[in-house]
């Protein structure tokens, strides 16, 4: 089974994902570049934090085709909901002030 992650909001997480771990290669490579995640996270999961802006631009690259989302490369309908949870993430940490999302990988 793969790891995927969600938003942490206080104790509680999102009921869906905003992206997998283990499927979205190309944008874990991106946020790897960019913040320092642990290599344990794919595996064992746990709590991360990426930054609102790390989180814009991967937006713009997923948009420009830049990054390819890893399940269903081709598909549209996944791509648009990838793009939307991100923005929905970043969107909620805006509204609280913070300058990074937390998400809880498992």
């Not at 595996?43 to 991967?58: D, M, P, R, V, W």
């Not at 690259?61 to 939307?84: A, H, M, R, T």
């Not at 805006?94 to 990074?100: L, T, V």
Request: charged fraction near 30%; include cysteine; hydrophobic fraction near 35%.
């Amino acid at each position: 089974m793969s790891v995927r992650a969600y938003r942490v909001n206080r104790i509680d997480y999102e009921e869906d994902d905003s992206f997998n771990l283990w499927h979205d290669i190309e944008f874990m490579v991106f946020v790897n570049q960019q913040e320092n995640i642990p290599d344990y996270i794919s595996n064992e999961g746990g709590l991360i934090s990426i930054s609102i802006e790390t989180l814009k631009e991967a937006v713009k690259k997923i948009q420009g085709g830049k990054i390819v989302s890893g399940e269903l490369p081709d598909n549209k309908k996944y791509k648009k909901y990838f793009i939307d949870k991100l923005l929905a993430d970043i969107s909620s940490a805006e509204k609280r002030g913070d300058y990074y999302v937390q998400y809880y990988c498992f």
